[in-house]
């Protein structure tokens, strides 16, 4: 029989249109993985690769628009050479059946088993990349094929870590050659691997029990410990990441009560708690909840007996309005505003897949408990049995599926770029056309029109399932404010809606009606108000502080100048009215605004408010023209008090709406602060030159420090300056009517800058400044001469001082003199240093301020141990000590931990720092932003505590405790690695 004749051709099929954003440098990074495939000795995929073809191109392109997908394929070029011989699907099944034999091999150890899986893993995860892109593999097939490969690489180290135990004789297994089989130990695959949804970079989500009564366990007293001690064992052999990289990020915070609870819970334990302390969030948690390996049999005993608890016999509409904590996002968008394309979350956004799943899950709990086909774990075949059951209509089943797929394949296309866990379309336009190529779209502007529509089209079917709620009047109770004496029934349902003062609440709302207040004194302005009270009152009780919501809104309408106008516009608009009611009841800074300056509200007018990014332009752009014409110097400062407080408001609803997350935020407050500052600062010199004239050569800049200087401001930060000035080396004083010496004339002005932006007029305060930073601190003159802090710098500064000027950046003032200052800024920190007696100081001062401000509790974010000092640290510790990867000095904390160089410290520690940095910083803007005060746990507004759990993508207050204290031990771990060790 003649030999079988090799193929020179790739068993890839080509159904999508895939292009490079630049052509010439696919053709380069094709050519340079041809050599990589001629130094493997792969010489048939060498040729194949310089031809040309329809295949070639697709490689091209694939290579320049993923990062991910070229050093993969770099990595190991084996992967595509065996598609000469096997197709994707026949390699992948390949994959699976080497996977699975992995642990029945006695040879095999775990740190063997861990390479081995990382490797083949890595080669899955390309080919369902390529299948994808390719277009040879749906949304589905690829989400599929992600979900089994966690199952199988998951299951192998579960048995492997069995037949461990049997070894050693921590269990006795029934079947050692089968040894999941009477093991006792469940692994619920949660969230999207339960359902077979895997995203491309996704975590995966278990939650693990062990059957106290299970014949493998020889003694139950143990169990809990042997069981935790083999899920950490899990947890390692998954996600460490090693020079192989990582397996699957595994997540085990769904578990009962993570605070508190072991790894492994017991099935009794675990029963009682759902059945008397289990939420809602937990409930629809446990819908697409899987036995994924393991004691598969155990697992599904498990599950049916929770059933009950999951599956209620009657309508639960009761529980709907907790169950909204799925979502957690404030309201349900009904068109409030354009969405912005770049920087939107598939997943978390307005008309995002999570809509679609919310849309899903809160059916199948109201009806599950009586339809048994509604309890599926995968959306979109519940999908298509609500239709059959006629719960939605075919029109939404069909429009939803096709959103929900469309979006799963950009979410695919964001994280194969460069294979990171988010959701988050790229902030600028070569990003969203590098998406829309990876889709096969001609360019941004056709994927972002297809996008707009899927999220429009999203939206609209998900605030209908909203509309279909019974109105107040159909059966809430009696809402009767006539007359002085409070109605009985009114105030019961009052009581229903979820005041505890109803009595009060009744005499506000009949005080509305006596016209009191200026915006109440027209009848037609009365009437509205009388239209409107059921829908205000509805909205005001979900806030779960609705006293306290409602009176700051009585506190609101108190200072309107006229009520028509907004009681029209919240009649129509019953998103506006959620998201006033969430400031009322969330966030007493923001209502504290809003109540003493009622024109701020004009802004949440604005239809584009939730679509147009707070940056720069924009804020410098409406600035610009809200000073227009303005001559006055008062009239100058109080219009810049006006403009800030406005824009720190729509920023910080922006916020709350979740239309721009932390870090935008941070730098939106710092870019506001650097142009209302900047704007400051001309005015003062403008007056100041006034009566004394200007100094020869005379500039000025202003050094952001902190925060600011970082850009990561949040609604209540203090503005950290230094001001430094320059003049002609022969000028002796100012040339005006009552001359000065240099020295004294910029004192002078910097402390009527100090006095034109932090001194109280009718309108407020712009900013509380701090100039503590400055050479000297507050023994030091207000105003510093280039020279004088050049020399200070670089001959008394103090390490800290130098760390403090990492953070530093001009924001203000002459742009020579503010080039002059970030050079030498620039020249100071990358003087030669002894790494190990930065770290030794760094570490000192750390300790001395744990010991004179010791944390209040785990929320004082900034002072714990592991909180954003010890962050802020390491990465001033690292700049200072060129441990910084990449070109270009950024004074972002975030970037310069994302750049640590791996000498310093490896992937997985980075990985820590940055994921810890965005969680401080999702938490600190949002208790900033909400919250006049300190946080205090055992107070907290309960809209905030949805607002923060929004923010953090978390199921629960406890979950979230929970993380904050791991993600704090994590990191004082990380800082006394990173700082205590010696470095040279």
């Known amino acids: 029989m003649a ?181 006792g130990w469940i692994i619920l695959g949660m969230g999207k691997l339960g359902a077979h949804e895997l995203n491309f970079s996704s975590d995966i989500d278990l939650v693990v029990f062990f059957d106290p009564e299970a014949s493998a366990i020889i003694d139950p007293m143990e169990a809990t410990e042997l069981f935790a001690r083999l899920t950490r064992r899990l947890v390692r052999i998954m996600q460490d990441r090693t020079e192989h990289g990582y397996v699957f990020r595994t997540d085990l915070r769904l578990r009962p009560d993570p605070g508190s609870t072991p790894l492994a819970i017991s099935v009794p334990a675990a029963l009682h708690y759902y059945e008397s302390r289990g939420q809602n969030w937990e409930r629809a948690a446990m819908i697409k909840a899987r036995p994924v390996a393991g004691d598969i049999a155990a697992g599904e005993a498990f599950l049916k007996e929770l059933q009950p608890y999951v599956w209620r016999k009657y309508m639960d509409y009761a529980a709907i309005a907790d169950v909204h904590s799925i979502k957690r996002q404030i309201h349900a968008h009904k068109g ?22 919310f849309f899903v899950q809160t059916q199948q709990l109201i009806a599950g408990g009586r339809f048994p086909e509604l309890r599926g774990r995968a959306t979109v075949p519940m999908l298509a049995q609500l239709a059959e059951r006629g719960w939605i209509t075919a029109d939404a089943r069909d429009a939803l599926e096709r959103q929900y797929w469309f979006l799963r394949r950009v979410e695919h296309a964001i994280q194969m770029v460069a294979d990171e866990q988010t959701h988050t379309l790229p902030e600028d336009d070569e990003g969203i056309e590098r998406i829309a190529h990876m889709l096969g779209m001609a360019d941004a502007e056709t994927f972002s029109k297809a ?29 009767v404010f006539t007359g002085d004496v409070d109605d009985p029934d009114t105030l019961h349902t009052l009581h229903n809606l979820g005041f505890q003062r109803p009595s009060d609440i009744c005499r506000v709302i009949r005080s509305w009606h006596f016209g009191r207040y200026r915006a109440t004194q027209s009848a037609e302005a009365r ?29 609101f309408l108190a200072g309107l100048p ?131 004239g200007k100094i020869s050569g005379g500039r000025v800049a202003i050094l952001g420090m902190g925060k600011l200087g970082s850009r990561e401001l949040t609604a209540g930060s203090d503005v950290d300056l230094i001001l430094l000035y320059d003049h002609d080396e022969q000028a002796e004083e100012s040339d005006g009517d009552k001359p000065l010496a240099p020295s004294h004339y910029y004192a002078r002005m910097t402390q009527r800058l100090i006095a034109a932006v932090s001194a109280p007029t009718a309108e407020g305060v712009l900013y509380e400044l701090d100039l503590r930073l400055r050479p000297s601190g507050n023994k030091g003159p207000v105003a510093t001469h280039i020279s004088s802090f050049r020399k200070y ?23 020579s003199l503010c080039a002059d200052v970030e050079a030498e800024v620039a020249d100071i920190v990358a003087l030669p240093r002894d790494a190990a007696k930065v770290a030794a100081e760094a570490r000192d001062m750390r300790q001395m301020i744990e010991d004179e401000k010791p944390p209040q509790d785990l929320w004082d974010i900034k002072l714990v141990p592991g909180g954003l000092i010890d962050l802020e640290f390491i990465a001033q510790v690292a700049v200072l000590t060129g441990k910084i990867e990449g070109l270009g000095h950024t004074t972002s904390t975030a970037e310069n931990l994302h750049r640590l160089a791996p000498g310093f410290a490896d992937a997985q520690v980075r990985e820590d720092l940055v994921d810890a ?67 040279k």
């Open 336 to 357: 409030h505003g354009e969405v912005a394309v770049k920087g939107h979350n598939v997943k978390l956004g307005r008309g995002g897949i999570r809509e679609i799943e």
């Open 793 to 815: 710098q670089r001959d008394e500064a103090w390490t800290w001082e130098h760390m403090a000027l990492t953070r530093s950046r001009p924001i203000a003032g002459a742009a």
């Open 451 to 479: 996008f707009r529509a899927s999220l429009q089209e999203v939206e609209r079917h998900y605030a209908a399932l909203f509309e279909a709620a019974p109105e107040l009047s159909s059966g809430v109770g009696n809402l």
């Open 527 to 555: 009437e509205r108000l009388t239209e409107l009270t059921p829908a205000l009152l509805e909205a005001f009780g979900k806030t779960r502080r609705a006293d306290e919501a409602l009176m700051r809104f009585d506190e």
């Open 3 to 183: 030999a079988k004749k090799p193929s020179t051709q790739l068993r890839l099929e080509l159904k999508a249109d895939v292009k490079p954003l630049d052509a010439e440098r696919a053709g380069r990074e094709l050519a340079e993985f041809a050599a990589t495939a001629d130094d493997a000795g792969l010489d048939r995929l060498a040729g194949f690769l310089r031809a040309a073809g329809a295949t070639q191109e697709f490689l091209a392109a694939v290579f320049d628009l993923s990062v991910f997908m070229r050093d993969s394929a770099r990595r190991q070029p084996e992967m595509l050479d065996r598609l000469f011989d096997v197709s994707v699907a026949e390699r992948l099944a390949a994959i699976g059946v080497v996977i699975a034999a992995l642990p029945r091999d006695p040879e095999v150890t775990e740190a063997n088993l861990m390479a081995r899986l990382r490797r083949l893993k890595s080669e899955g995860h390309f080919l369902v990349a390529l299948a994808d892109l390719s277009g040879e593999a749906d949304a589905a097939q690829s989400v599929r094929r992600m979900s089994d490969l966690a199952d199988l690489c998951t299951s192998a180290a579960i048995e492997f870590l069995l037949r461990d135990a049997n070894q050693q004789g921590k269990l006795k297994l029934p079947d050692a050659d089968h040894p999941t089989v009477g093991s």
């Open 917 to 983: 940095y965005g969680l401080y910083a999702a938490i600190t803007q949002m208790t900033r932003l909400c919250l006049t005060g300190a946080f205090e746990r055992n107070d907290v507004p309960p809209g905030l505590s949805d607002l923060l759990l929004a923010a953090t993508d978390l199921p629960d207050f406890g979950v979230l405790e929970a993380h904050l204290r791991e993600t704090s031990q994590q990191v004082r771990s990380d800082f006394d690695k990173l700082l205590r060790a010696k470095r």
């Open 562 to 692: 006229a009520g028509i106008q907004l009681f029209s516009l919240l009649q129509s608009n019953p998103a506006l009215l959620k998201l006033l009611a969430t400031i009322m009841g969330a966030a007493p800074r923001l209502a504290g605004i809003i109540t003493r300056r009622p024109h701020v509200f004009d802004g949440l007018l604005d239809p584009a408010l939730l679509s147009e990014l707070p940056d720069r332009a924009y804020l410098a752009a409406r600035l610009s023209a809200f000073l227009e014409s303005t001559r006055l110097y008062e009239e100058v400062l109080d219009r810049l008090r006006i403009f800030a407080a406005e824009q720190k408001f729509l920023i910080g609803v922006r916020l709350l709406a979740g239309a721009i997350d932390a870090s935008r935020a941070g730098k939106a407050f710092s870019d506001l602060a650097d142009l209302t500052v900047g704007a400051a600062l001309d005015a003062v010199e403008a007056e100041f030159a006034v009566r004394h």
